[in-house]
C-alpha cells in the first residue's frame, strides 16, 4: 500500500547527500539499513531456537506454508540460493521431518516439496515470531510513519532493482 505523502520512482539524478571528502559509514542508510537487518536476524535466530529453526531454515517453511514456491527451483529461486546450497538446506529440514520431495508425476525432472503435518505446524508459529519481533522495534511509531517508512523503503528497493538491472544488461 502505497502512502499518499511518498512519491513515485522516478528516472531523477542521483541525490548528492553523501560525498567522499568526510565520509562516515555509520551515518549512511545502506550501514544503519545492515545494522537493522543483523539485530533482527539474530533475534529472530534467538526467538526460533526453541522450535529448532536456523534463520536459513525458517524462510523456505514460511514460503512453502504460504504458497510463494510447491518445486525445489521454485524455492530456490525465492531464496536467492543455488541449487546446491538449496539441497543441503533441504537434507536438513527432510531430517528434522518438516518437508519432504516428491517427484512430479508430470515431469520427472520436476521436484515437488510438501510440508510435513510437523513442518506446517512449525511454518505457523513463524509469522508470531516475525510479527512480534517487528511490532517490538516499530515502538513508538504512529501507523502513519510506519505506512512512510515502509513507502520510503519501497523506493529505495525500487531505484537498487533498477540499478541493478541495468547494470546486469550492461554487462551483457
Known amino acids: 500500500m502505497k502512502s499518499d505523502n511518498i512519491p ?3 528516472a ?3 541525490a548528492s547527500f553523501y560525498r567522499a571528502q568526510g565520509y562516515l559509514a555509520q551515518e549512511s542508510v545502506g550501514y544503519l539499513m545492515r545494522r537493522i537487518v543483523n539485530h533482527l536476524a539474530q533475534e529472530v535466530e534467538r526467538r ?3 522450535n529448532g529453526l536456523t534463520n536459513a531454515q525458517w524462510v523456505p517453511l514460511l514460503k512453502l506454508q504460504q504458497g510463494q514456491a510447491s518445486s525445489v527451483a521454485e524455492l530456490a ?3 536467492d540460493l543455488d541449487a546446491g546450497a538449496m539441497t543441503r538446506l533441504l537434507d536438513r529440514l527432510e531430517a528434522k521431518g518438516l518437508c519432504r520431495r516428491v517427484r512430479s508425476s508430470e515431469d520427472r525432472r520436476v521436484v515437488n516439496l510438501e510440508l510435513t503435518e510437523e513442518g506446517g505446524e512449525a511454518a505457523k508459529a513463524i509469522p508470531v515470531v516475525l510479527s512480534n519481533i517487528q511490532n517490538e522495534c516499530l515502538a513508538g511509531f504512529t501507523k502513519e510513519e510506519w505506512e512512510t517508512l ?3 523503503l519501497r523506493r529505495i528497493l ?3 532493482q533498477t540499478l541493478h538491472a541495468s547494470a546486469e544488461k550492461n554487462d551483457k
Open 158 to 160: 525500487d531505484t537498487a
Open 48 to 50: 526460533m531456537e526453541p
Open 77 to 79: 529461486r525465492t531464496c
Open 8 to 10: 513515485a520512482p522516478t
Open 150 to 152: 515502509k513507502g520510503y
Open 12 to 14: 531523477a539524478a542521483p
